[in-house]
Nanobody
Framework: QVQLVESGGGLVQPGGSLRLSCAAS????????MGWFRQAPGKEREFVAA????????RYADSVKGRFTISRDNAKNTVWLHMNSLKPEDTAVYYC?????????????????WGQGTQVTVSS
């Protein structure tokens, strides 16, 4: 198994930036596709971004494309989500997830391991 711990959440003003980190341990990190999801109160968990094992391929939800960037460093067992131009609708609990699939899946069912989440609040 792999354990995932998110960090970096907090309160940020609209238009601001925030970087989330996900530290992985327990298994070979480089074998996993990594993803970020978010869930707002009363809403379903929503796909945000994914990155393949090598970092050479990424996928983004339309709602964050051009604003968010996912990256990874396998030597550090870490994946990041750089969030720019944040909007109030980005407010949610953000979850890091790991998948043994080699494709950049967007569904929650494709990810077998999840962190506990970190709260991101975008408000003035």
């Amino acid at each position: 198994q792999v354990q995932l711990v998110e960090s970096g959440g907090g309160l940020v003003q609209p238009g601001g930036s925030l970087r989330l980190s996900c530290a992985a341990s327990g298994r070979t990190f480089s074998t996993y596709t990594m993803g970020w999801f978010r869930q707002a109160p009363g809403k379903e968990r929503e796909f945000v971004a994914a990155i393949n094992w090598s970092g050479g391929s990424t996928r983004y939800a339309d709602s964050v494309k051009g604003r968010f960037t996912i990256s990874r460093d396998n030597a550090k067992n870490t994946v990041w989500l750089h969030m720019n131009s944040l909007k109030p609708e980005d407010t949610a609990v953000y979850y890091c997830a790991a998948s043994l699939q080699y494709t950049l899946v967007a569904g929650t069912g494709g990810y077998g391991y999840w962190g506990q989440g970190t709260q991101v609040t975008v408000s003035s």
